[in-house]
């Protein structure tokens, strides 16, 4: 058993912490819907991954039943969500080759909440998700 000392203690504290904004990103996630928002998510995405030398992964990982995104009834089917999604993935990945990325990857995953994309950034080694935000007024 190590016991600690005053003096240790004061040389543990003067040593230099690695702050978290000063790790290097290896991996970003980019979960997108297909909205414009995620488009404009993906332009910072792109510079955030340019600077830091890491790879993106772009997953579409839309709520099938969102009615801002598939119309008043929701997606009519699972097929339909998969070709929207792979369609999404197509475009943005083009994209994002296109800015000079070279180390992107693409996921289509099925929609199980907020929960489940944490779950996912953690499968996947993430160390920054990123992802659009839209604001709905009613009324």
């Not at 197509?90 to 289509?108: H, N, P, Y």
Request: charged residues 20%.
């Amino acid at each position: 058993m190590s016991t600690l000392n005053m003096q240790d203690a004061e040389v543990e504290r003067s040593k230099p912490q690695t702050s978290p904004a000063l790790r290097k990103i290896h991996t970003t996630l980019l979960a997108t819907d297909g909205t414009v928002h995620a488009e404009r998510a993906l332009l910072n995405t792109i510079h955030l991954v340019q600077h830091s030398g890491g790879n993106l992964i772009i997953v579409y990982y839309a709520d099938p039943n969102d009615t801002a995104l598939f119309g008043a009834m929701g997606c009519t089917s699972s097929e339909a969500w998969e070709q929207q999604g792979k369609l999404v993935l197509e475009q943005l990945e083009k994209k994002a080759r296109d800015a000079g990325l070279t180390e992107v990857s693409v996921l289509l995953e099925p929609y199980k909440g907020e929960e489940g994309l944490s779950l996912l950034a953690t499968k996947v080694q993430a160390d920054v998700v990123v992802m659009a935000s839209h604001l709905f007024c009613l009324g």
